[in-house]
T-cell receptor, first 115, second 113 residues
Framework: GENVEQHPSTLSVQEGDSAVIKCTYS??????FPWYKQELGKGPQLIID?????GEKKDQRIAVTLNKTAKHFSLHITETQPEDSAVYFC??????????????FGKGTKLSVKP | DTGVSQDPRHKITKRGQNVTFRCDPI?????LYWYRQTLGQGPEFLTY????????KSRLLSDRFSAERPKGSFSTLEIQRTEQGDSAMYLC???????????FGQGTRLTVV
């Protein structure tokens, strides 16, 4: 079945620096890749997503890149702020636009932004 | 608040007891998912509904677990004869047919003692 690996498991950066989180997936049929931010005691919140027909997507300080050939995608956060501190999850799905759409998640990256 | 709502937020139960959780999805969403998340892990898919039809169940969903969505709106997840290994955060998410983007609720944290 589909497997999503995420690295690193923890990441500590200084405020203002950039943070990069990387994920690889195993199912070449995966066509949808969202990123979620989860704060303590809360459910995951979607922050950005990308479909397989796009190589890069940006939303203010957040960007995601996708390399279909290598089957990996990355989250980039620039000008990090303390409120960016949280656990970030990547996910993959092979059913965008189809009848299902269940997501396979990575194990998460705990990002700490030091003021 | 028009987001996904889950009830209760926390549940402590004794081993062997039955528990039931409720999820109210975003009103116009016809797809509803249940996930389970243990400490330090990402959410794991349990089951999926499109309207009232349960279309997919993970092998993680043992016979002690049952989910329903009788009128295609809210959903319930019941766990019978709870075990300590059932302790986890149970997350509900919903999406519309047009977009697979899933919006999650705050979750129900279950502790089996």
């Amino acid at each position: 079945g589909e497997n999503v690996e995420q690295h690193p498991s923890t990441l500590s950066v200084q405020e203002g620096d950039s943070a990069v989180i990387k994920c690889t997936y195993s199912d070449s049929a995966s066509n949808y890749f969202p990123w979620y931010k989860q704060e303590l005691g809360k459910g995951p919140q979607l922050i950005i997503d990308i479909r397989s027909n796009v190589g890069e997507k940006k939303d203010q300080r957040i960007a995601v890149t996708l390399n279909k050939t290598a089957k990996h995608f990355s989250l980039h956060i620039t000008e990090t702020q303390p409120e960016d501190s949280a656990v970030y999850f990547c996910a993959a799905s092979r059913n965008y636009g189809g009848s299902q759409g269940n997501l396979i998640f990575g194990k998460g990256t705990k990002l700490s932004v030091k003021p | 608040d028009t987001g996904v709502s889950q009830d209760p937020r926390h549940k402590i139960t004794k081993r062997g007891q039955n528990v039931t959780f409720r999820c109210d999805p975003i009103s116009e969403h016809n797809r509803l998912y249940w996930y389970r998340q243990t400490l330090g892990q990402g959410p794991e898919f349990l089951t999926y509904f499109q309207n009232e039809a349960q279309l997919e169940k993970s092998r993680l969903l043992s016979d002690r677990f049952s989910a329903e969505r009788p009128k295609g709106s809210f959903s319930t997840l019941e766990i019978q004869r709870t075990e300590q290994g059932d302790s986890a955060m149970y997350l509900c998410a919903s999406s519309s047919r047009q977009k697979v983007v899933a919006f999650f609720g705050q979750g129900t944290r279950l502790t089996v003692v």
